[in-house]
């Protein structure tokens, strides 16, 4: 076994004859103590009142933010994307995979805007696909989809990079 198994949370099992390769931090939720609604927010509340203004700008200033961490591990087998947020009132954990060799296509976007930056990943097999990151308008309507944006982490270009790697050679060792 590597010594940087250590890194992976408990609540990721490898199977056995898996070895893990390597992880990136890929993405996160925003950063930002004040993004744009929240300054709206701020703004109506003091127009409208003065001291629910200060204590909200107080508020959001002294919080614990609740930042959501989102990893992709490599193994010799599959690649496994998780998530988790250590803050106490949300404290959960998410995880999916998909195996290397059935990986066919993949689509990744990193976008760098005024107001936020985003981190969009899909990997596509034949019959099923890995989607992080993304917001389905439609499904935000139906009440299912995610309105959480996923910002760039700092090894989020490079897995990038593996990846195409991997699949690429794979494709041309096929033909």
């Given at each position: ?5 250590s ?9 056995e ?8 931090y890929?993405?996160h ?13 701020i703004?109506?509340?003091l127009?409208?009142?003065v ?15 609740k930042?959501s961490h989102?990893y992709?591990?490599i193994t010799?087998?599959?690649v ?6 250590s803050h106490?009132a949300v ?8 195996h290397v060799e ?7 976007r ?8 985003s981190f969009w ?7 099923v696909?890995?989607l992080v990151?993304?917001?389905g308008?439609?499904s ?11 910002e760039p ?5 490079e897995?990038?990079?593996v ?6 050679a ?5 033909v």
């Amino acid at each position: 076994m590597n010594q940087n198994q250590s890194t992976i949370p408990s609540f990721i099992q490898f199977r056995e004859g898996e070895n893990f390769d390597r992880e990136f931090y890929i993405a996160h939720t925003t950063l930002k103590r004040f993004p744009l609604g929240v300054i709206m927010l701020i703004l109506v509340g003091l127009a409208a009142y003065v001291v629910p203004g200060v204590i909200l700008i107080v508020y959001f200033a002294l919080r614990k933010q609740k930042i959501s961490h989102g990893y992709a591990a490599i193994t010799d087998k599959r690649v496994i994307y998780y998530e988790f947020n250590s803050h106490p009132a949300v404290n959960y954990q998410h995880m999916r995979s998909l195996h290397v060799e059935e990986i066919t296509g993949m689509q990744f976007r990193i976008d760098h805007k005024f107001w936020r930056k985003s981190f969009w990943m899909r990997l596509q097999t034949d019959e099923v696909a890995m989607l992080v990151g993304a917001r389905g308008y439609l499904s935000l309507l139906k009440g299912r989809g995610s309105t959480k944006i996923l910002e760039p982490g700092p090894d989020s270009v490079e897995f990038i990079q593996v990846m195409s790697g991997e699949v690429a050679a794979r494709k041309f060792a096929k033909v």
